[in-house]
Structures are given as structure tokens and as C-alpha cells.
């Protein structure tokens, strides 16, 4: 089907754009940005549409050193010269004008070893073959499964098996070239607990759609939205092209969103209405600092939502809180472009956005299954916020267990610091049928066929857009695990 | 028909000529390999794109792919190297846009490290899309010069 869209921003090919749900009803709600679908929208986390090729202008070069350009004449090996020279062209394709060196730690998205990425495996081999490694150890998002918490059906393990054939050949690609253990695998790799927190302005290449917001946003690192496998060559030669979200001018905001609702947000959602709105430009956000007072242990968590879903509704690689986040009180508003435009959110975007995510589940009144809470994966506060929530409330209702399998998602080491601090919490959750699992929804919610017989829950905007589970509030969802029912008023 | 000329940048470029695919909205790569990289298809390549009704259900292996730019999630670059590694793959991606990040770590890696080369051209500009439609013959250059008709 197609539709003409009447919005600002629109070029020639929104008149093809197709509809994402089928429902013409329902995506009227969900065309908020000016590119609803993402069909204009780069990835790279700031627009390129004002390129246009000059067939006259010189092809970029990059001003390399003494020491890079030998290592792209061989001289220091024909492999490490083929990753020079793949991680050059990469930033010739953006322009890049030089190359910069990266620091902290990195991080990648290579989590599951599909035939998909058996190339990706064997150019990594090739690396380690070479004798080379990451300039510093790694972390790496969740392991695609977790057969002792959530994928404990033998028919699921053996799908899952199947599906994820060379799962052991990527492990030990990523042993030889310098990641960390099992218990650093976690897509929120900044908490405190994993500990790959990179220093303001430092330069990474780090791939993830939430982690680079993340680090970008909350932490004034510098990162692209780089994909899985070329961010692996920046790592290994410990240097990245500049262009993009590395340079001060990248990092300029293109829109004044402006947060006026009544109360504190429901961060997934304002996440997702940002995202829509700006696609892959940078936001400037004002208006939400007074629900986050700082950057502490409890507003990294709602940042940290708020960012993953900006990351998936849109493209967005970094944004700006003002007052909270580093570079926002750094510069203030001097943070944002010429010609910046402005967005207002208000209660009622926020609810039109949440009541138009789409219900697609395959029999649409079923009855939930099962509660996916904490994607990108839960911090110790939240971890916390949950225990405490869960098991009032089956104190409440004389209630002993769930009425449905309610898994948090962490890291081990999250959830090892949280068995310390809460012994007795922890043993209640685990009593009361509550799983801690340090794998991802999305990989067991792909299972085939998984669709017709799970009707998984999430309070999370990005579970929600990669996989068919529904979106509700933090207090729906508590009422759901508890009933094993949808509260009307969650609709 | 006549002949229209577009001059893109040639970024991996190549001579060929053939039929051209169209899409007409940013081409989701995983969500369009899907069959190849998870569901173990190896004989063809079906777009399986519900989104995309320009591709879904069309053999994509050796098209000539016009489009905007490739969106979706981060795997997309490796997908592409999958596709490449069965055999698969597009023989050309003509962007209309500046290529994406997404797709060209991938189209980098299989040409550097696999000796497997997809013909590489953007920034052909808007009218491209506009000119172009599935099925209309189409001459590429070494030179980034896309001709159609």
C-alpha cells in the first residue's frame, strides 16, 4: 500500500513509503517524524541528506602519520595493513579527515553466531591468526541464550541450537582476540558493576544501537553508530575515522525537544516519540531535568530507557538533557545547530504515542505468557525497584508466587552485587517465580514458530520494536505478572 | 524509452549491465535475508520484507538493487557478507542517497577481505528513484555514471 505523506522534511520517497502494520488507522498515529518508516534515515546517527555528489570535488584523502601509513604499506604485516586499509575507506565514504586514537574499552553488538556471521568469524580468525588483538579487552552484548532461566523447553534449547550453529566458533574468536569472560557479556556494559565506562570525550568505536547512545548521551564519550564487524577492525588497530558523532560539529542538535508534561514521563515512551520525531539527528532535551536531579544510580536507569528507545524508534546516536547530560552542561544551549527546529511533547503525544504501539500478537486476546523486563539490561537500582514492587505486592494480595514468568534481564555482575547488597529480597523474588537472566528477549522471542505460542510482555520500547511482544507502563506490567491478566485501563 | 544519465560516486566501482530492482523505501537487510542467514535458505535469495512490497517475495541474487539507502539494525553490514558468502548477493547497490553505515562496513569487508566485490555507487540523487523502475535495463560505468534505458 501506499500513502502521500504531508509533513515537513518529506522528499520524493515518501509518496512509497509502505505502511508498517497494514493498518492504515493505526500508522496514521505512529507517522510522527518526518520519516515515520526510517526510509530516509542513514543510520549513522546524524543526517547526511544535505550531501550531493560533486563528480568535480577530489575524492577525500586522509592525512594519515608516519606510523599509519607504514602499517598501510604492509610494513608491519599484510593483515594488519588490509585492516588499515578497510577502516580507511570506511572514513573516506563519510569524508573522515584523519584518523583518531580510541581509548577506554570496546564494546560490540557480535553476539550470536549465526551463518550470517561466519564471514565476519573468518576474517576475525584471520586477525588472531596474525597475532593480533583489540588494542584493550572487550565487552560484548548478551549471550543470545540462557538455557538454566528462560529457554529451559528442550524444543526451544534445540531450536535455539540450530539457529545460533556457530555460537561456539564466535566465542572463542572473541577469547583470541581479547574479550572478556561470560560475565561481562551485557548490552549495558557502562554499569558499574560491568565497568566499561568510558571517560568524557573519549574516542570510541563501539557498535550497539543503545550503548553508543548511551555513551555518547550519559557518558560524553565520542562514538559512531558503527555496525557489527567494522567497529571490530577499528578496535583491533586501536584507531577510528573522525566524522560523524566524534567531531564537536556532529554533535550540534538539530532540534529543541521540549518535555512539558504534567508529571514524570514514562521514559520508554518519550524515548520513542523523540526517536520518531528526529530520526537520526541529534535532540537537545528540555524540560525532564527535574525528574533526574542528577546522573546517579537512579536516573542512568531512566536515561538509559529513555536512550535505547530514541535508538530504535529512530536512529539516534547521541542526545542532549540540558542540565544533566556532559556536554549539555558543558555548553548549554549553545549545543544546538542554526536553524534548529523545536518539538513539544506533551501528555497527550506521550499517550498517543504509547496507545498506537501496535498489538502483534497472533491471536490478539490471548492471554500473556510471560513478562521480558530490562532491555538494554536492568541496573542495580532497578533490579532493586522490581524485588521491592513485586513482592509488596504479593504480600498485599497473600499472594505466593507470579502469575506468569516475570525474567529480569542483567548482567551477572549486576545481579551478583544486588545478591550482596539484598540477600533476603532475592531469595523472595526467586521463591516468588522471579528469574534473573543475563540473555536477550529478542533472540528467544525469534525462535520460529515461538509467535503462535508465547505472548510475551515488556516494559521495553526497544523489545517492543524487534520483536512481537506488547509494550505496557512499569504498573501494568506489575499488575500483569501478579494477575496473569491485562488491566483494561493498560490499553 | 530514452536514456537517462545519473552520475553517482563510485565508492566499489564496476561495470555491469542488466535489469535494474527497485526499492523505493530504505531496504532493511536483515529483515529482507532473513531466509538466507537464519532460516537456512541457500538456493535463493527471497526478499522476506513484508514491509518492502516493491522486494518481498523477489529473487534478489545477482540484482541490480536501486535504492535509497539500506536501515535497520546494526547487523546489517555482516548479513551482506552472508549473503556474499552463499553466492547471494546483490551484483550492484546503486544508492540514491549517501550510503549508510550499516551497509558499508559490510560492502567494504566482503570486497577487501573476501575478494567479493557488489558494485558500489551513491549519491545518484533523488531523480534516480524517480527515473528508475524494476525491470528497466541498465548500464553501469567504472566511472560512477549510471545510464537507464
Redesign the interface.
Known amino acids: 500500500?501506499?500513502k502521500e505523506l504531508k509533513m515537513e522534511n518529506l522528499?520524493?520517497?515518501a509518496?512509497?513509503?509502505?505502511i508498517?502494520t497494514g493498518d492504515e488507522e493505526l500508522d496514521k498515529h505512529l507517522e510522527i517524524g518526518a520519516d515515520p518508516?526510517?526510509?530516509?534515515?542513514?543510520?549513522?546517527?546524524h543526517s547526511?541528506?544535505d550531501?550531493?555528489?560533486d563528480?568535480s570535488a577530489p575524492k577525500p584523502k586522509m592525512k594519515l602519520t608516519q606510523e599509519e601509513q607504514d602499517i598501510y604499506d604492509g610494513k608491519k604485516g599484510e593483515v594488519l595493513s588490509?585492516v588499515m586499509?578497510?577502516v580507511i575507506?570506511?572514513g573516506e565514504?563519510?569524508g573522515a579527515s584523519k584518523l583518531v586514537d580510541l581509548g577506554g574499552n570496546p564494546h560490540t553488538?557480535?553476539l550470536g553466531g549465526?551463518?550470517?556471521?561466519?564471514?565476519?568469524i573468518d576474517?576475525l580468525n584471520?586477525c588472531a591468526d596474525a597475532g593480533l588483538k583489540t588494542y584493550a579487552e572487550y565487552t560484548i552484548n548478551p549471550r543470545p541464550y540462557d538455557f538454566y532461566n528462560v529457554e529451559v523447553d528442550p524444543e526451544h534449547q534445540l531450536k535455539l541450537q540450530s539457529?545460533f550453529s556457530t555460537q561456539t566458533e564466535l566465542e572463542k574468536m572473541h577469547v583470541r582476540l581479547g574479550a572478556k569472560n561470560y560475565n561481562y557479556w551485557s548490552c549495558a556494559c557502562y554499569w558499574p558493576e560491568v565497568g566499561n565506562a568510558p571517560a568524557h570525550g573519549t574516542n570510541l568505536a563501539w557498535?550497539?544501537?543503545s550503548a553508543v547512545n548511551y555513551a555518547n548521551s550519559v557518558l560524553g564519550a565520542r562514538s559512531?553508530?558503527?555496525?557489527?564487524?567494522?567497529?571490530m577492525?577499528c578496535n583491533i588497530l586501536g584507531k577510528a575515522p573522525y566524522f560523524?558523532l566524534m567531531t564537536d560539529e556532529g554533535r550540534k542538535a538539530k532540534w529543541l525537544i521540549e518535555v512539558k508534561t504534567k508529571g514524570e514521563p514514562n521514559w520508554s515512551v518519550l524515548g520513542g516519540a523523540i526517536g520518531m520525531k528526529v530520526m537520526e539527528d541529534v535532540p537537545y532535551i528540555v524540560g525532564i531535568d527535574k525528574y533526574l536531579g542528577q546522573v546517579d544510580g537512579i536516573s542512568m536507569g531512566k536515561l538509559k530507557d529513555m536512550g535505547a528507545a530514541t535508538a530504535t524508534n529512530g536512529a539516534v546516536g547521541l542526545y542532549h538533557v540540558e542540565n544533566i547530560t556532559p556536554d549539555a552542561i558543558d555548553e548549554g544551549r549553545k549545543l544546538l545547530a542554526k536553524d534548529y527546529k523545536t518539538y513539544v511533547i506533551d501528555d497527550e503525544i506521550i499517550e498517543q504515542v504509547r496507545k498506537h504501539y501496535p498489538n502483534l500478537w497472533t491471536q490478539k486476546d490471548a492471554k500473556p505468557t510471560r513478562a521480558f523486563v530490562g532491555c538494554p539490561h536492568n541496573s542495580f537500582h532497578q533490579l532493586y525497584d522490581w524485588g521491592m514492587k513485586v513482592t509488596h505486592e504479593l504480600s498485599n494480595r497473600g499472594q505466593e508466587r507470579v502469575a506468569i514468568p516475570l525474567h529480569l534481564l542483567c548482567s551477572t555482575l549486576v545481579k551478583d552485587h544486588f545478591m550482596d547488597k539484598h540477600p533476603e529480597l532475592v531469595r523472595d523474588m526467586i521463591r516468588a517465580g522471579i528469574t534473573f537472566t543475563n540473555s536477550c528477549p529478542l533472540t528467544f522471542l525469534?525462535i520460529?514458530g515461538i509467535t503462535k505460542t508465547e505472548f510475551a510482555v515488556t516494559n521495553s520500547n526497544k523489545a517492543r520494536e524487534?520483536t512481537n511482544s506488547r509494550f505496557f507502563r512499569d504498573e501494568d506490567i506489575l499488575e500483569i505478572v501478579l494477575s496473569g491478566e491485562i488491566p483494561e485501563e493498560a490499553v | 524509452m530514452a536514456k537517462r544519465t545519473f552520475k553517482g560516486r563510485p565508492i566499489l566501482p564496476g561495470k555491469i549491465e542488466g535489469l535494474a530492482t527497485v526499492s523505493h523505501i530504505g531496504l532493511n537487510t536483515l529483515s529482507t535475508y532473513k531466509a538466507n542467514v537464519i532460516g537456512g535458505v541457500t538456493d535463493k535469495a527471497l526478499c522476506t520484507d513484508g514491509d518492502n512490497k516493491d522486494l518481498y517475495n523477489k529473487d534478489l541474487n545477482g540484482a541490480i538493487l536501486c535504492l535509497p539507502q539500506t536501515i535497520g539494525s546494526t547487523t546489517g553490514g555482516f548479513v551482506l557478507m552472508g549473503v556474499a558468502k552463499m553466492g547471494l548477493a546483490p551484483k550492484a547497490m546503486l544508492f540514491a542517497n549517501h550510503v549508510d553505515s550499516l551497509a558499508i562496513g559490510g560492502l567494504l569487508m566482503a570486497d577487501i577481505w573476501m575478494d567479493y566485490r557488489i558494485i558500489t555507487i551513491d549519491l545518484l540523487g533523488p531523480d534516480f528513484l524517480e527515473a528508475v523502475k524494476t525491470g528497466d535495463p541498465i548500464n553501469v560505468s567504472e566511472d560512477g555514471t549510471v545510464e537507464i534505458g
Do not use: D
Open positions: 500500500m501506499e522528499t520524493i520517497y509518496k512509497n513509503i509502505t508498517l518508516h526510517g526510509a530516509m534515515c542513514t543510520g549513522t546517527g547526511r541528506a550531501v550531493k555528489h563528480p588490509k586499509k578497510t575507506a570506511y565514504a563519510f553488538v557480535l549465526t551463518p550470517a556471521v561466519t564471514p565476519v576474517i584471520e539457529m557498535s550497539e544501537s559512531n553508530r558503527n555496525s557489527g564487524g567494522i567497529e577492525l560523524g525469534g520460529p524487534y
